[in-house]
């Protein structure tokens, strides 16, 4: 446990590093206006498409056409936590761009950068196979539907200003979603993977390495744009959306394994997929179409700060009663 605990720390401490940059690099005037507009595009342009596509062409799709009970189940779940938060959007929240950032980052997890080496921790690294396919299941359904919603909050989440009739509406946000470089580099994503092209690997090193700096650059540009104040005035759906994701979410998500008796590997690659703090990618792709950037950065701080414990007594628990 105390391993599975440092693998946690080890994961959130270079998180911490980027964000303590950021903020220290605004007050001392080394990150001004000028950065935070030009990264934001930079993210928002390459960044972002390039790590959708990357994440698909690389993905291993026979696996995910395979689809084991758990990929399936797991794939289920999250569309279904999808529809159910953006049913309690509705209640938590008025604002539009509000409601995309509450959705978005409750639901969407770091399953790459928290399950995968927590799971190769309990089990090996030639023992999480399914984990993977799991993995490739829930991640592609993250990459295509939070486009599709947070489009649809953009578009559509304030009636008030909306006009026209609901055919003009749809048409206006199928126009948005065919525009989205995300979504576009998601498509050629899965068009290459599927056709099997293969680029020069000086090409593929140049991609991996861009999309690489997704991470880093998103939580320096998060530290930049701090501001404490707004996270007491947040604070209310920061809680809210963060017991969402480290409790409620993988709470519920257990209760038919639990029925069904899965344990082992089938449960663990299940519960660890629910189970991680908010998405470090959350805050910029909420950014990038629309949504409170500022809100769903706070969110993706404090769950990944209380993820260390949540995860801990999760693990612990399962371990006390042979789940995992």
Not at 74 to 90: D, H, N, P, S
Not at 278 to 302: C, F, N, P, Q
């Amino acid at each position: 446990m105390l391993n599975n605990f440092l693998i946690t720390c080890n994961i959130m401490l270079p998180l911490v590093i980027y964000l303590v940059l950021g903020a220290g690099g605004r007050r001392v005037g080394i990150f001004g206006e000028d950065f935070k507009a030009s990264t934001n595009r930079f993210l928002n342009n390459l960044l972002l498409p390039l790590t959708a596509f990357n994440s698909i062409y690389k993905a291993d799709l026979a696996g995910l056409r395979s689809g084991s009970i758990s990929a399936r189940y797991a794939g289920i779940a999250t569309i279904v936590f999808i529809f159910l938060m953006m049913f309690a959007a509705r209640l938590i929240e008025k604002d539009p761009k509000k409601k995309a950032a509450i959705v978005h980052c409750s639901i969407r997890g770091n399953t790459m950068l928290y399950a995968l080496p927590i799971a190769t921790a309990l089990y090996g690294a030639d023992n999480v196979g399914e984990l993977v396919v799991v993995m490739a299941v829930v991640l592609t359904i993250y990459n295509i539907a939070f486009i599709l919603v947070l489009e649809y909050y953009r578009s559509f989440g304030d009636r008030g200003a909306a006009s026209g009739s609901t055919l003009s509406m749809v048409k206006e946000g199928l126009i948005s979603c065919a525009k989205n470089k995300i979504l576009q580099g998601i498509v050629l994503g899965f068009i290459l993977n599927g056709f099997h092209v293969k680029f020069p690997s000086f090409l593929q090193t140049a991609v991996t390495n861009l999309a690489n700096m997704t991470v880093p650059m998103s939580f320096i540009l998060m530290g930049v744009r701090l501001n404490m104040e707004a996270l007491k005035s947040n604070s209310r759906n920061v809680v809210i959306a963060t017991a969402v994701k480290l409790v409620i979410m993988p709470a519920l998500v257990i209760i038919l394994p639990l029925i069904w008796g899965w344990s082992g590997k089938t449960f663990a690659s299940v519960f660890l997929c629910f189970s991680t703090s908010s998405a470090v990618t959350s805050y910029a792709t909420t950014e990038a179409l629309g949504g409170d950037g500022e809100l769903a950065g706070e969110i993706v701080m404090v769950s990944a700060v209380f993820s260390a414990a949540t995860l801990f007594l999760w693990i612990f628990c399962f371990k006390q009663f042979g789940l995992i």
